[in-house]
């Protein structure tokens, strides 16, 4: 059975163990995913959030998910996109590797991830498609946990993508 798979809909709706968040480096909270996972969570995911002081792009942090039907939230700060040139596909490719370094050590067994970076920070989402896939399989080609990984796609558009990127890989 493969450890991948595409769900279509609202991150926030999802029972894993951790949603990832598509934050920004303040940690407090914006627009887009972001706005929806505080939204959901409650205060007291801002709370926890303004304790950690920050996050820089690339890498990522765990909190609780308070209100959320995820036992967890892992925070990562993807890059705002230049000219695919400036660094953007390596920091890209950081963010699912952090966020899934902090659920395999918290011993996390479903993780869910967004487009990181594909909305206001403009990243296009073909490019950025290939570079979590190529990410998320290299850290499942090494690792047993996390045992599940889901893309979670907002938008028949996204989740079309993810389906032809994939069975590329396969
Ligand atoms: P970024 O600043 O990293 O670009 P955005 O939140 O603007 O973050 O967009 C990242 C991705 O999250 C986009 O593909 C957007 O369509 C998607 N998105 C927005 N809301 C949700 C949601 N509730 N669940 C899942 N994905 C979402």
Redesign the pocket.
């Known amino acids: 059975m493969s450890r991948l798979s595409i769900v279509e809909?609202?991150?926030?709706r999802l029972q894993v163990d951790a949603i990832v968040n598509?934050a920004?480096s303040s940690l407090l909270g914006?627009?887009?995913?972001?706005?929806?996972?505080h939204r959901a969570a409650g205060p007291g995911l801002l709370a926890e959030c303004r304790r950690l002081g920050g996050c820089p792009t690339g890498e990522a942090r765990l909190t609780g998910g308070y209100s959320l039907p995820a036992r967890h939230v892992i925070h990562t700060v993807?890059p705002v996109y230049k000219d695919g040139e400036s660094g953007e596909p390596e920091l890209l490719r950081s963010c699912y590797r952090e966020s899934l370094r902090l659920a395999s050590e918290a011993g996390l067994e479903s993780v869910a991830f967004?487009?990181?970076?594909?909305?206001?920070?403009?990243?296009p989402?073909s490019a950025a498609c290939q570079e979590a896939i190529t990410a998320v399989n290299q850290w499942l080609s090494a690792h047993a946990l996390p045992r599940s990984i889901i893309f979670?796609?907002?938008?028949s558009h996204?989740a079309g993508l993810y389906r032809m990127q994939l069975t590329r890989f396969a």
Do not use: L
Request: proline share 3%; aromatic share 10%; glycine share 30%.
């Open positions: 809909g609202d991150i926030t598509a920004n914006g627009g887009g995913v972001d706005g929806a996972i993807g967004p487009c990181i970076s594909t909305g206001v920070y403009g990243y989402k979670c796609c907002y938008g996204d």
